[in-house]
C-alpha cells in the first residue's frame, strides 16, 4: 500500500493507493512539526506493528473511521476508562507510543530510559500492555531504531516546503 503525505499549511493531505488500485485520500491537521500519520508509520513499522492505524487501514478501514472504532471498542479516557477490546488493543498502543515519539521529537529528546518509562505509563493509561517489542529496558534499540527514523524523516520534511511529498509504502494486509 503507497501512502503519500503532502505538507500543507494548516492540514497535510494524505493519498493511499492499495495494490488493488483502490485509491483513499483523507487530511490531518497538523499536531506538529511532522504528520502524526507519519510518526505511526515509523512507530508501527519499527515495532512490528499489524493492526495499529496503518495495519487497520490496508486491511481495509478508511483512516477517518479509526476514532469511531477505538471509542466503540473501549477507547480509554476519562470519561471512559476501561479494558479496550481486543480488537483495538495494537491500535491504542501505537496511538500512545506515538504521542511518546512526538514529545521526544518535540523536546529535543531524551533518553531511551526516559521514552521506555514513558511509553509504559502512557499504554498503562489506556489499559494496554507494552508491545512485545518493548516489554523489557534490555529491548531499548528498538526505540532507537523507530527514533532514527522518525529523525531522518522529519529532516526532509522541515527542509521541504509547502507541497512537499513523503512516500511510504506499508505492506498489504494478508
Known amino acids: 500500500m503507497e501512502i503519500v503525505i503532502t505538507k500543507g499549511l494548516a492540514s497535510d493531505h494524505i493519498a493511499i493507493r492499495r495494490a488493488s488500485g483502490e485509491a ?6 497538523k499536531k506538529g512539526p511532522v504528520p502524526h500519520d507519519a510518526v505511526h508509520f515509523f512507530v508501527e513499522q519499527g515495532l512490528g506493528f499489524a493492526r495499529g492505524f496503518w ?7 478508511h483512516p ?4 469511531e472504532l477505538a471509542k466503540a471498542g473501549g477507547h480509554a479516557s476519562a470519561a471512559r476508562a476501561r479494558e479496550p ?4 488493543v495494537q491500535l491504542l498502543q501505537a496511538e500512545r507510543l506515538v504521542e511518546c515519539f512526538e514529545a521526544d521529537l518535540w523536546s529535543g529528546g531524551c533518553d531511551d530510559e526516559a521514552l521506555w518509562a ?7 493509561s489506556s489499559f494496554v500492555p507494552l508491545p512485545p517489542s518493548l516489554q523489557t529496558m534490555a529491548q531499548r534499540d528498538a526505540l532507537g531504531r523507530v527514533r532514527d527514523a522518525i529523525a531522518a524523516f522529519a529532516c526532509d520534511w522541515f527542509d521541504g516546503g509547502e507541497g512537499f511529498v513523503a512516500r511510504l509504502d506499508w505492506p498489504e494486509a494478508a
Open 85 to 88: 477490546d481486543a480488537q483495538i
Open 118 to 124: 514513558m511509553a509504559r505509563t502512557a499504554c498503562e
Open 55 to 61: 495495519g487497520l487501514v490496508a486491511e481495509g478501514r
Open 64 to 67: 477517518e473511521e479509526l476514532a
Open 24 to 29: 483513499i485520500e483523507t487530511t490531518f491537521p
